[in-house]
């Protein structure tokens, strides 16, 4: 089978495209290079520039590669941008998912894995999230990853399509070093940041109801998340068409954010300055994290990494791409390289 894998130059897209070409599937990538590293894929594997609300495109891309299944992660993601745009979400999101869709339907590929989100279920209240617990996002962001679930699932009873619909936790870590994430949109990248500026990092609030009164969850590492979405796109392919999948990928173990913290100052070896406690931001749920039950036994699919390694993983990507001065001291400006 080949592969188109949207989205494949991002943090977690190129983790999906690197895992799926070394375990010897075919692959080409389409993405619109607005956000995404082209030096992440490996050698050999074909970069489309483009949209997927491109339906030439889309057509041309699948059929001049021959692609027979997809694996869509191509989205806008941030939570508060969300907020402020939520238009520009529901169109990115949403319609570039529609017009991707009438282009599998229309070429009569048959395997779509879609990339959803834990945001799916907005502030469970509930020690373990399973795929059954209500769905109630809180912002745009999670509500266009909801949406598409349905999409995908009903263009799927319509037209044949065998799906799956992996809603992952809190991503974190690197496979390789060169594939980190640089942003500082994420908790442990944003730890990181403060602490090579000589910045304490912020903890936002410590009196819930959770042992150390921190928010609690579910961290996934990312080469772990790219073995899933490789395994559930060769369940796909074993499968007669037809049939949907949604499962969580995560632990099942939660991690409080004190606790990160810890760990972060640990691995670097920067403990000054110490977190800062500042207020809650509004809409935290205390603890979310996933139970893994169902993914293991539809997939068999288990988590191979722990928090330390994503936390170490990652700080060896981070002194690569962001480089700065030695542990304890702080960094001018001038020493970072762009994001």
Same mark, same amino acid.
């Given at each position: 089978?080949?592969?188109?894998?949207?989205?494949?130059?991002?943090?977690? !897209?190129?983790?999906?495209?690197?895992?799926?070409?070394?375990?010897? @599937? !075919?692959?080409?990538?389409?993405?619109?290079?607005?956000?995404?590293?082209?030096?992440?894929?490996?050698?050999?594997?074909?970069?489309?520039?483009?949209?997927?609300?491109?339906?030439?495109?889309?057509?041309?891309?699948?059929?001049?590669?021959?692609?027979?299944?997809?694996?869509?992660?191509?989205?806008?993601?941030?939570?508060? @941008?969300?907020?402020?745009?939520?238009?520009?979400?529901?169109?990115?999101?949403?319609?570039?998912?529609?017009?991707?869709?009438?282009?599998?339907?229309?070429?009569?590929?048959?395997?779509?894995?879609?990339?959803?989100?834990?945001?799916?279920?907005?502030?469970?209240?509930? *020690?373990?999230?399973?795929? *059954?617990?209500?769905?109630?996002?809180?912002?745009?962001?999670?509500?266009?990853?909801?949406?598409?679930?349905?999409?995908?699932?009903?263009?799927?009873?319509?037209?044949?399509?065998?799906?799956?619909?992996?809603?992952?936790?809190?991503?974190?870590?690197?496979?390789?070093?060169?594939?980190?994430?640089?942003?500082?949109?994420?908790?442990?990248?944003?730890?990181?940041?403060?602490? +090579?500026?000589?910045?304490?990092?912020?903890?936002?609030?410590? *009196?819930?109801?959770?042992?150390?009164?921190?928010?609690?969850?579910?961290?996934?590492?990312?080469?772990?998340?790219?073995?899933?979405?490789?395994?559930?796109?060769? /369940?796909?392919?074993?499968?007669?068409?037809?049939?949907?999948?949604?499962?969580?990928?995560?632990?099942?173990?939660?991690?409080?954010?004190?606790?990160?913290?810890?760990?972060?100052? @640990? +691995?670097?070896?920067?403990?000054?300055?110490?977190?800062?406690?500042?207020?809650?931001?509004?809409?935290?749920?205390? /603890?979310?994290?996933?139970?893994?039950?169902?993914?293991?036994?539809?997939?068999?699919?288990?988590?191979?990494?722990?928090?330390? @390694?994503?936390?170490?993983?990652?700080?060896?990507?981070?002194?690569?791409? %962001?480089?700065?001065? %030695?542990?304890?001291?702080?960094?001018? *400006?001038?020493?970072?390289?762009?994001?």
């Amino acid at each position: 089978m080949t592969w188109l894998v949207t989205g494949g130059i991002g943090y977690v !897209g190129a983790h999906v495209a690197r895992a799926m070409a070394e375990a010897g @599937e !075919g692959v080409v990538v389409l993405d619109d290079v607005s956000s995404g590293l082209p030096e992440r894929l490996p050698p050999g594997v074909p970069l489309v520039r483009g949209s997927v609300a491109d339906r030439a495109l889309l057509d041309s891309t699948i059929a001049g590669h021959g692609v027979t299944g997809v694996v869509h992660l191509a989205a806008k993601k941030q939570v508060g @941008e969300s907020v402020e745009h939520p238009l520009t979400y529901y169109r990115e999101n949403l319609y570039g998912l529609t017009v991707l869709l009438e282009a599998v339907a229309a070429a009569g590929v048959r395997r779509f894995v879609f990339s959803s989100s834990a945001a799916v279920y907005g502030m469970p209240e509930v *020690d373990s999230v399973t795929e *059954d617990t209500a769905c109630v996002p809180l912002n745009p962001y999670g509500e266009t990853k909801l949406a598409g679930e349905w999409l995908v699932r009903a263009a799927g009873r319509a037209h044949g399509l065998s799906t799956a619909c992996l809603r992952y936790f809190n991503v974190a870590g690197a496979a390789r070093p060169e594939l980190v994430d640089i942003g500082v949109s994420n908790v442990i990248p944003t730890f990181f940041d403060a602490l +090579t500026r000589g910045e304490a990092p912020r903890i936002f609030g410590d *009196d819930y109801p959770t042992p150390d009164g921190t928010c609690v969850r579910d961290y996934i590492h990312v080469a772990d998340l790219a073995q899933a979405h490789l395994t559930a796109a060769r /369940r796909l392919a074993e499968r007669p068409a037809g049939g949907d999948l949604t499962v969580n990928v995560g632990t099942g173990e939660g991690v409080s954010v004190r606790e990160l913290a810890d760990l972060v100052a @640990e +691995t670097t070896g920067i403990r000054d300055p110490a977190p800062v406690v500042v207020p809650r931001r509004p809409g935290d749920p205390a /603890r979310v994290v996933a139970s893994a039950e169902r993914i293991g036994g539809e997939l068999g699919w288990a988590p191979r990494y722990g928090v330390r @390694e994503m936390v170490a993983s990652a700080w060896e990507g981070w002194r690569l791409r %962001r480089p700065g001065p %030695r542990a304890g001291g702080p960094r001018r *400006d001038a020493d970072a390289l762009p994001g």
